[in-house]
């Protein structure tokens, strides 16, 4: 036992000489050799020591079972024990060398003892291997552990470090926030984009700049990005209010079982402005009429417009990819080629070229080219130039001509001029290269109105020609007739290329004829007309009075006591007098209007256009003649005296051919003479009857200017029904009640209102108690639901502030606009068709109704109706009371309902007098009904009555 000890504690010596080498697993070929060899040198080693006593041999062989198990474990130990017992059995045992059962049988113990001892010996080795390798793999294990540790804790620290700086460094807004947003670290440029500082910025909660998402969405969201990534545009809001459009990059991560969100904001604001900047560039370019393609660096198209498809006769898709050069009919691929240097170094480049057509055929086109570096890519656009190519053709083939006496100039669609021939230059006074590209107007002498241009280009665009005499101004200024004739070039599809004016100047003989015309119409002292062509100008007026009906006056003017002063002054002063008068009275009229001087101090003044109502006509020129008056009774500075004189003036209306011009004057003549035997320095009519009709309405006017004041404007109110004569609401009526005349109508005021400023003051109060009585209705089961009609006037209308007076009206009574209802006239509606249709807009962004008035006494087209945003047109009561007895009346009133049908307006027929004109109007679907046979206009004190009356007369049919 004891030597087994020494053997043990040889072994352990010898494997701790090599505690590094255990993972190695023992046992393997090289160990059996090992165990091999070792036996060899006991046996060599054994017969050296000889003779040997019994059980000596085990002696020499007991290290080598010892050495093979520490070199090679259990195994190679028990390989070197079972050789061992051979060679100590059958060599070393006398008899020496012999195999032999008797051999075997005498050294049986002895064998036996040895095999045990070699066994034990072997395992416990073989033990103490495993039990080393086992824990060297364990140390081995907790070494790479400390090393992989360390250097883990080191590339995190490199980590750390390299996102500390890229955090601090980086150009976006970086933050790091808790589960509930709150910020736990930020970086300078996050500070820098929402305007906090440092400090602000890590008191503040994600909710605070994110004006996207609530805390509650926010914080849903932070926990649906643990454990992965996202990117989105979202805006933040900055410490001073303002949004910031930003792309963000946001993760999540949990740790210790808490989350934390990491993020990174990129301020987008630019990039989304560019975005729509190029947005807009592009739907430009998309709906632009010229052509636009872009193509690449070697002359391949990418892309295209629409345009440019028509104009090629390809599709999109088929340009797309498409050589420049399988486009282009003059330049071969070589010549395109070697153009894209030239743009490339220039930048940019325009010429013209061909391009031919899907179906064959050759399109000219001007090119502009531009090169953009940065994409190295060419944009261009392109313009079809065929019918200018062709227009320029045939003005070459017109060359030989165009040189002659008279001056000549040629002009695009545009009226832009191309060419004009020496004539013109001549006769101007402008060089060709001062007009070319200009448009005509530079030569506008400032003689003709603009409707004078527009009746020449109505002419002109509608025939193609246009001939007459023009007054236009030389270079220097100077203005001078010319008589031109104009002629429009059309192309193949008949549309205008090309305008041609011929003109001569004709100064000479207008200056002949004026002379001409001044001898035979004109007054030699005072340059008016005389009485030749005054009485020219009455018989014109009397004809156009007749197609216009309308009416219009002469005044006869005498001079008081003129011929005292000739007879004490004499006729040099009388003639200064009769001049002033002249310059008096044209100042006192319209430029339309003719002063004329018939002899000695006799004027007389023939003034048209008075209207088609006989006392407006007498109003309005009473006012003229007293006009005249006050004018010509002022003092006059004949040299160095000073004169006063006065007027006499007789007035006589005409309308149409009623009277023959002799008779006309004859009257105001006399007219004149009762002026001067009332007391001169007067005006007088010729009719005795109306002259009282111009004193009463005069009367009338004085008395209007005090009627709202002293509260005698009333509101009468007629009810309008359905086709079941249900109550749809009232149209509000004024009536004025004279302390005098009782009731007067508004046919007799309102004219006197319109003349004057008081249609303004008027129109303001009916509207205050119109919405005023519609606030008292909204408080009415029985009437909150009716709809209140107001007139407005022409003037009301035009004022500039009309649609904010309607505004503060109905605020300041709390009216539901959707029950005013606004009725204008249809002739108001057409004097200014646009500006109308703007201001009705405005008026229904208020939710106001709006009525067209008097439906079918104007001239409103299709387009009118269409242009104007009207809920309701009203029928005429004339066309209303005329259905049953005149036909043209009933199909009139048929085709109003049809169209107004058809563009889904409500129609409302007013003066329904007869159940014969309701059963017609309901016949053709007629929605809304006033007149008599319902109910006459009652003050407000019966409106309950009559509607209650209304109901159950509805209630019980």
């Not at 295209?304 to 898709?317: D, H, I, L």
Request: net charge negative.
């Amino acid at each position: 036992m004891n030597l087994m000890g020494t053997l043990k504690n040889l072994a352990l010596q010898i494997a701790a000489r090599f505690p590094l080498r255990a993972p190695k697993r023992c046992g393997s070929v090289q160990h059996y050799a090992l165990t091999a060899v070792l036996m060899l040198l006991a046996l060599w080693l054994r017969l050296e020591i000889a003779p040997v006593s019994a059980g000596l041999q085990y002696v020499t062989f007991f290290p080598a079972v010892t050495l093979a198990a520490v070199a090679g474990g259990f195994l190679p130990g028990l390989f070197a024990t079972m050789i061992g017992l051979v060679f100590a059995t059958f060599i070393f045992t006398p008899p020496y060398y012999s195999i032999s059962f008797e051999v075997l049988q005498t050294s049986f113990w002895s064998n036996l003892v040895f095999l045990m001892d070699g066994i034990i010996v072997s395992f416990s080795i073989g033990t103490m291997h495993r039990y080393r390798r086992k824990y060297a793999l364990e140390l081995q294990q907790a070494t790479d552990a400390q090393a992989a540790l360390q250097k883990s804790y080191a590339e995190a620290q490199a980590l750390l470090l390299r996102n500390q700086t890229l955090m601090r460094n980086s150009m976006e807004g970086i933050r790091i926030m808790d589960a509930a947003g709150n910020v736990i670290e930020v970086n300078d440029a996050f500070c820098t984009m929402l305007g906090y500082t440092r400090e602000e910025a890590l008191r503040l909660n994600v909710a605070d700049w994110d004006a996207q998402w609530s805390r509650e969405e926010l914080h849903e969201r932070f926990k649906s990005l643990v454990g992965r990534s996202t990117r989105f545009e979202t805006a933040h809001r900055r410490k001073d209010g303002l949004l910031v459009q930003v792309e963000v990059t946001a993760s999540g991560i949990e740790l210790d079982g808490q989350i934390f969100m990491y993020a990174a904001s990129r301020d987008i604001t630019e990039r989304k402005r560019a975005e729509a900047v190029l947005q807009r560039y592009k739907l430009v370019i998309d709906s632009a009429n010229d052509g636009f393609w872009m193509n690449d660096m070697t002359g391949v198209l990418l892309d295209v417009n629409e345009a440019y498809a028509r104009m090629s006769g390809y599709t999109k898709a088929e340009l797309t990819g498409m050589h420049i050069s399988q486009l282009d009919a003059i330049d071969r691929p070589e010549d395109v080629a070697a153009r894209i240097p030239k743009i490339i170094a220039q930048g940019h480049d325009r010429f013209e070229t061909r391009h031919r057509h899907k179906d064959g055929h050759l399109v000219d086109i001007e090119v502009s080219a531009t090169f953009m570096p940065e994409a190295r890519q060419f944009f261009v656009f392109s313009r079809d130039i065929t019918e200018r190519k062709q227009a320029e053709d045939a003005l070459r083939v017109a060359a030989a001509t165009f040189e002659t006496h008279e001056a000549i100039l040629i002009t695009d669609a545009k009226s832009n001029i191309l060419r004009v021939n020496q004539a013109f230059c001549d006769i101007t006074g402008y060089s060709t290269e001062e007009v070319v590209g200009r448009n005509p107007s530079i030569m506008s002498s400032g003689y003709h109105d603009k409707a004078f241009y527009i009746e020449m280009w109505q002419q002109l665009l509608h025939t193609g020609s246009w001939a007459g005499e023009i007054w236009d101004k030389r270079k220097n200024g100077q203005i001078y007739p010319k008589w031109m004739t104009i002629t429009a070039v059309r192309n193949e599809r008949q549309e205008v290329s090309n305008y041609v004016a011929i003109f001569s100047d004709i100064t000479a003989r207008k200056q002949a004829e004026e002379e001409i015309r001044n001898l035979a119409f004109y007054d030699a002292l005072t340059k008016l007309p005389n009485r030749r062509l005054f009485l020219d100008r009455f018989h014109t007026a009397l004809t156009m009075s007749a197609r216009r009906n309308d009416y219009g006056a002469i005044l006869f003017i005498d001079m008081d006591r003129f011929k005292t002063l000739n007879d004490t002054l004499g006729h040099d002063y009388g003639d200064l007098l009769l001049i002033e008068v002249a310059a008096r009275l044209k100042l006192c009229v319209r430029e339309m209007d003719t002063v004329a001087r018939l002899g000695g101090d006799e004027f007389v003044v023939l003034v048209e256009g008075l209207g088609d109502v006989p006392d407006d006509a007498s109003h309005k020129i009473g006012l003229v003649a007293e006009k005249i008056r006050e004018s010509l009774a002022q003092p006059y500075r004949l040299k160095k005296y000073d004169h006063h004189s006065s007027p006499s003036i007789g007035i006589s209306l005409y309308h149409g051919n009623d009277a023959a011009v002799d008779v006309l004057l004859q009257q105001a003549d006399m007219a004149m003479y009762q002026a001067k035997t009332a007391g001169r320095n007067a005006v007088h009519f010729f009719d005795p009857i109306m002259q009282r009709n111009v004193e009463t309405r005069t009367m009338l006017e004085n008395d209007l200017h005090q009627a709202i004041a002293r509260h005698q404007l009333r509101l009468y109110y007629q009810v309008q029904v359905d086709s079941e004569q249900r109550p749809l609401g009232a149209e509000a009526l004024l009536r004025w009640l004279h302390p005098e005349r009782g009731l007067v109508l508004p046919g007799q005021f309102i004219p006197i209102a319109e003349d004057s400023a008081l249609i303004f003051d008027i129109g303001h109060w009916m509207l205050d108690q119109a919405c005023r009585q519609l606030a008292v209705w909204g408080g009415d089961e029985r009437m909150r639901d009716l709809m209140m009609a107001v007139n407005i006037s022409a003037k009301q209308f035009s004022q500039p502030d009309f649609v904010e007076q309607i505004a503060a009206v109905m605020h300041m009574h709390g009216v539901e606009p959707s029950r005013l209802r606004l009725e204008l006239t249809e002739s108001l509606m057409l004097r200014d068709l646009k500006n109308t249709a703007i201001k009705m807009q405005a008026l229904k962004k208020l939710g106001v109704n709006l009525a067209m008035d008097d439906f079918g006494t104007g001239y409103a087209s299709l387009s009118c109706l269409k242009d104007l945003p009207l809920d309701q047109i009203k029928i005429d009561k004339g066309f209303v009371q005329g259905i049953t007895r005149d036909d043209s009346d009933a199909l009139l009133v048929r085709t109003i309902i049809d169209m107004a049908g058809n563009f889904r307006l409500e129609v409302i027929a007013e003066g329904v007098e007869t159940e014969e004109q309701m059963a017609f109007l309901k016949q053709h679907h007629c929605m809304a009904y006033q007149g008599s046979l319902f109910s006459e206009a009652v003050p407000i004190e019966e409106m309950a009555g009559l509607l209650e009356r209304l109901r159950e007369i509805n209630a019980h049919s």
